[in-house]
DNA sequence: AATTTCATGTAATTCGTTACATGATTCC
DNA sequence: GGAATCATGTAACGAATTACATGAAATT
């Protein structure tokens, strides 16, 4: 009962998976962290969150201010030294949460190829058994392929009757969904190749793989910009 | 008041300009015609027409059937040439349809730069005066712009942190965004050497404009398959 | 002291879908 | 005569947003 979204509910569980978190910080991850996803507002993400407590798989603590500052009698109350701040409730994962969301994991449906779900599914391979991401990867290829047929067929059914921009609409989007395809081809590849059926424990890496090419993703160099900003508008 | 959706309507009333149409067909020249357009269900569209036609944007005729064959006493019901027929209901846009469809295709807001809208106004560019046009894709591309900002300075601060797939995912997002990019200032280019300030009569072109290069769209070449098959699944 | 950013929540509303209900027409 | 497709609609529900309301903490 209560078929809590899926898409939300799903990321919310991985992100805490982690570590723990507030609701605040969890959506600016789910806005930044996590490739595609849209911004998610409090109107959506708190009901959420009290659900998955409800289920019994988050609960609710007392939060212990992230980097707690020297705080030596400076501000208007340092009062007992973290007790009795208000509010900031961090959530935690509790052992079924973490159940329920293996769960997930391994569970693929025809929902998993569709654009946000598969987002959301890539987005936390990290933790995703080397079989099901294959599954994955290959439902998403199939599922645009079929797009890419519905796309040249109606492209050639309407070809002349259409303005130049119509067109060039189509024909873009069409590349689009042609490069994703490409994208997939890649991944699957180095699926197949990769030996690693790595399956998570998050504090492992950060040097992962020290030889250049074999085994892990393929390899894509991007500017290394230091670049310090503003987040979510 | 009533404020409806924009995106939905605004196709309906495009569409409707260049030909009256019945619902379902309706329905399926959103899911094919138009580039991106999500499939919209009847039980969204046809309310939808509703309004319209409560607002004066439409009206409903008795369906002349398209192309009614000889029907020489064949079938169950002849009946009187096309009179007792139930249903199909062709939409027509009124006067004042027309002049409310002029006007949204003249107005720009914030609104006309996100995903879905923009697409929905490229696909009308045919009927849209040039200095619009150039509004719209100079405002979707610094709404790309900026969302490349933003993606950058996620990455930037969280690179370390982040397994490899997610890696991957906002890699392949940003180069996604990228090439839309690329894909507007060439767009844009082309719309500031070209001169035609074109503005529809749907009746013109096929033929539209014979030297190869300067002046229309930038020129790609698409295999010519033809391809016949099904529609919307 | 004031402003911004962090932080949590709720109520009303919008947008759109699914599932259902119905019936005509065409194809085999 | 039975299946597929065309065709129109409605009611119940779902997902998510906006606008509102509140207040603490950090920055300037």
């Not at 890496?205 to 979510?232: I, W």
Request: proline share 5%; glycine share 8%.
């Amino acid at each position: 009962m209560s078929r809590r979204s899926g898409i939300l509910e799903f990321a919310v569980l991985g992100l805490l998976r982690e570590s723990p978190m507030h609701g605040y910080e969890l959506r600016k991850r789910l806005n930044t962290s996590l490739g595609i996803f849209r911004a998610f507002s409090y109107g959506t993400l708190y009901p959420c969150l009290k659900t998955l407590v409800a289920n019994g798989w988050l609960i609710e603590e007392p939060g212990s201010v992230p980097a707690l500052p020297p705080a030596t009698g400076r501000g208007v109350a340092p009062a007992s030294s973290l007790a009795g701040r208000r509010a900031k409730i961090v959530y935690r994962l509790t052992a079924e949460g973490k159940e329920h969301f293996e769960e997930l994991l391994s569970h693929t449906g025809p929902d998993s190829w569709e654009d946000e779900h598969f987002a959301a599914r890539f987005a936390f391979f990290g933790q995703t058994e080397r079989e099901v991401r294959m599954r994955v990867l290959e439902g998403r290829r199939s599922r645009l392929e079929e797009r890419l047929e519905k796309m040249r067929a109606s492209l050639a059914r309407t070809r002349e009757r259409l303005d130049d921009y119509t067109l060039e609409l189509q024909r873009h989007g069409m590349e689009s969904v042609e490069r994703e395809v490409r994208w997939l081809n890649e991944l699957i590849e180095s699926e197949r190749s990769g030996r690693d059926q790595r399956r998570s424990s998050p504090e492992s890496s950060t040097q992962h793989d020290t030889s250049g090419e074999t085994g892990g993703l393929p390899r894509h160099r991007e500017d290394t910009r230091p670049d310090p900003s503003d987040d979510t508008k």
